[in-house]
């Protein structure tokens, strides 16, 4: 018996010695949620997609081929060796068959639906990535300064921030768009605005989109941000940190962004999903990325007038932004319910 107790006892100080980190239990929590995980996967593969993407389309987005317009999917494409050889990317390789046969149909101007689908990940992963980092890092910065400062500064940034709140954002950001847009048509004696108009133009008209998106999408941000910061600033290891002698950088930048920054990727993670929808709804009107930079907002726009004889030229591309911004969705709430404790176990 007493051999017995000690065994036990040896065996719950290894289990004790063994336990694991809250992120490795959110970890383990994650891994349990099969969407997330899957959302996550598909999410990874289609950024490989958008970097590798000469190789998984077999023509350049804007190569035309006038004589195969509006060509149904998997239609033979009516071209001679000399023209696959030169303009397709996957001449000579094991799938040369599909530069002969489009894959997903063609457009009114001939031009691959596949390959324009392929190249339309980079517009929606780009708009993606530089959305949710924009808004994050603005309202992060706002909301710690507001949180942390507290008093009148605290009351003036966020009645600053309610001001703002009651602004309809779509409108402003058609406006920003629509002015953006009349600055690159007509240029600007100003060096600094030709240098961004030159940045934009050679970003297929994405430097605006980002500007506008990004610009107005932080204040969510903000309130979180602070919210948290209002919350940790007075926990025990910060007023430790204080009674220490550390100053205001050293508590904001070592105890207080590290803990607030997890609840706000989560949030951002889930805020990504809206993003790609607002950037096709903006070139679904034609203020988007300029022509003939693929987006599928703007795919969807040229092809929905002709839904009935046609419908794979929206039927694809609508699939593809469903798809994204699924995966997205099931990734960040799979996130949400791993980190939050309060919400573990329920699935």
Not at 21 to 47: H, L, Y
Not at 64 to 73: C, G, H, V
Not at 186 to 210: C, H, I, W, Y
Not at 262 to 284: K, Q, R, T, W
Request: hydrophobic share 45%.
């Amino acid at each position: 018996m007493t051999t017995d107790k000690k065994l036990d006892k040896n065996k719950k100080a290894k289990n004790i010695g063994k336990s694991r980190s809250p992120m490795q239990d959110a970890m383990r929590e994650f891994r349990r949620n099969k969407i997330a995980v899957g959302g996550m996967i598909f999410i990874i593969f289609v950024v490989l997609v958008a970097i590798f993407a000469p190789i998984f389309s077999p023509y350049h987005f804007a190569q035309q081929n006038l004589r195969n317009n509006r060509a149904k999917p998997m239609e033979g494409y009516d071209v001679v060796e000399s023209y696959a050889a030169e303009k397709c990317h996957w001449y000579e390789t094991p799938v040369e068959w599909g530069c002969t046969v489009f894959i997903a149909g063609s457009d009114a101007l001939g031009r691959d639906l596949w390959s324009r689908i392929i190249y339309g990940t980079r517009v929606s992963l780009s708009i993606a990535l530089a959305a949710s980092t924009v808004s994050l890092v603005i309202g992060l910065i706002y909301g710690t300064v507001s949180g942390y400062s507290g008093g009148n500064v605290d009351n003036f940034m966020m009645r600053l921030v309610d001001f703002l709140y009651g602004i309809p954002l779509l409108p402003i950001i058609i406006l920003m768009t629509v002015y953006f847009n009349a600055v690159s048509r007509q240029g600007s004696d100003s060096p600094f605005v030709n240098s961004l108009l030159s940045m934009n133009k050679s970003a297929g008209g994405l430097l605006f989109v980002f500007i506008a998106i990004g610009a107005l999408n932080w204040l969510g941000m903000a309130r979180l941000a602070r919210g948290q910061v209002l919350s940790y600033k007075e926990k025990e290891f910060v007023e430790a940190a204080r009674a220490l002698g550390a100053g205001k950088g050293h508590v904001v930048f070592k105890h207080l962004i590290p803990n607030v920054l997890g609840p706000l990727l989560i949030a951002e993670s889930m805020a990504i999903p809206g993003y790609i929808f607002l950037e096709a709804a903006l070139s679904f009107i034609g203020l988007g990325v300029s022509p003939p930079t693929p987006s599928w907002g703007a795919m969807i726009n040229e092809g929905y007038s002709g839904l009935r004889s046609n419908p794979h030229l929206v039927l694809f591309p609508g699939l593809a932004l469903a798809s994204l911004t699924l995966a997205f969705n099931f990734m960040g709430d799979g996130l949400r319910d791993a980190f939050d404790t309060r919400l573990r176990g329920r699935n």
